[in-house]
């Protein structure tokens, strides 16, 4: 099993990472990560990305994905979607060396990266629980440019839950890409919807991966934190709002 998390700044994916392991023993994550790759070469990076930052880190995250099967058990930061997402927004901007022919340059590659993950867990920004914007000196905490990665990151994830081949995707070979929101408990109650005690994904094998009663907490859940505006998929809350997951 290959998970990725993936989220705008300051949404928690690292300490999901950190519980997600404690959960999981399983499981384990690299210590390097793309963090490091821009300490090493001495990056640019968020706002002030280059073409010579995303392509480094996008080198970098293939690498790792390439090193494990579906038989190890290891979750990542982050992935290329992350990467691309970035480049994107920079060349949008055009504040940077970053181009219309440096995206397509890269695009195949992350297309093609995504075979390599079982499952993304996607970590959106959300009406309530939201996380304190920190600064850390390698986040860029500018609140506009959280929430404008934020919103790529959501139109990826619109991108695939319409099921077709995509710029992103292909259609019958790609990772699961899960929400998962609410406070650290819930997040961890939200992945184990979808993995065994084992740590791995369920099938057809196994019992149903979401139950009715689940998919309806789930529903109200997403409705609660406001990733959907679908009331009638959230008439009431089945195990109390503020009660959550025991």
Same mark, same amino acid.
């Given at each position: 099993?290959?998970?990725?998390?993936?989220?705008?700044?300051?949404?928690?994916?690292?300490?999901?990472?950190?519980?997600?392991?404690?959960?999981?023993?399983?499981?384990?994550?690299?210590?390097?990560?793309?963090?490091?790759?821009?300490?090493?070469? %001495?990056?640019?990076?968020?706002?002030?990305?280059?073409?010579?930052?995303?392509?480094?880190?996008?080198?970098?995250?293939?690498? !790792?994905?390439?090193?494990?099967?579906?038989?190890?058990?290891?979750?990542?930061?982050?992935?290329?979607?992350? %990467?691309?997402?970035?480049?994107?927004?920079?060349?949008?901007?055009?504040?940077?060396?970053?181009?219309? !022919?440096?995206? @397509?340059?890269?695009?195949?590659?992350?297309?093609?990266?995504?075979?390599?993950?079982?499952?993304?867990?996607?970590?959106?920004?959300?009406?309530?629980?939201?996380? !304190?914007?920190?600064?850390?000196?390698?986040?860029?905490?500018?609140?506009?440019?959280?929430? !404008?990665?934020?919103?790529?990151?959501?139109?990826?994830?619109?991108?695939?839950?319409? %099921?077709?081949?995509?710029?992103?995707?292909?259609?019958?070979?790609?990772?699961?890409?899960?929400?998962?929101?609410?406070?650290?408990?819930?997040?961890?109650?939200?992945?184990?919807?979808?993995?065994?005690?084992?740590?791995?994904?369920?099938?057809?094998?196994?019992?149903?991966?979401?139950? @009715?009663?689940?998919?309806?907490?789930?529903?109200?859940?997403?409705?609660?934190?406001?990733?959907?505006?679908?009331?009638?998929?959230?008439? %009431?809350?089945?195990?109390?709002?503020?009660?959550?997951?025991?």
């Amino acid at each position: 099993m290959r998970i990725s998390v993936t989220g705008t700044a300051c949404q928690g994916k690292s300490t999901f990472v950190k519980d997600f392991v404690k959960y999981w023993p399983s499981y384990s994550t690299p210590e390097k990560t793309y963090r490091d790759v821009i300490k090493e070469k %001495n990056h640019k990076h968020s706002q002030q990305t280059t073409k010579d930052t995303q392509w480094d880190i996008l080198n970098f995250m293939i690498d !790792e994905q390439m090193k494990y099967s579906r038989e190890d058990y290891v979750i990542f930061d982050r992935c290329p979607l992350d %990467n691309i997402v970035y480049s994107i927004w920079a060349c949008a901007k055009q504040e940077s060396d970053i181009d219309t !022919e440096f995206i @397509e340059k890269c695009m195949p590659l992350v297309k093609e990266s995504m075979k390599f993950l079982d499952i993304i867990f996607f970590t959106p920004i959300t009406k309530v629980a939201k996380v !304190e914007l920190k600064d850390d000196d390698m986040r860029d905490v500018d609140p506009v440019f959280v929430e !404008e990665i934020d919103h790529l990151l959501k139109a990826i994830k619109k991108d695939w839950d319409q %099921n077709h081949d995509s710029k992103f995707f292909e259609h019958d070979d790609r990772p699961a890409m899960i929400d998962i929101f609410g406070n650290p408990n819930e997040r961890i109650q939200i992945a184990k919807l979808y993995l065994d005690a084992d740590g791995d994904c369920m099938g057809e094998t196994d019992s149903p991966l979401v139950t @009715e009663e689940e998919l309806r907490e789930m529903e109200y859940y997403k409705y609660k934190f406001g990733i959907s505006d679908d009331k009638t998929k959230a008439l %009431n809350d089945p195990k109390g709002l503020d009660g959550g997951y025991q």
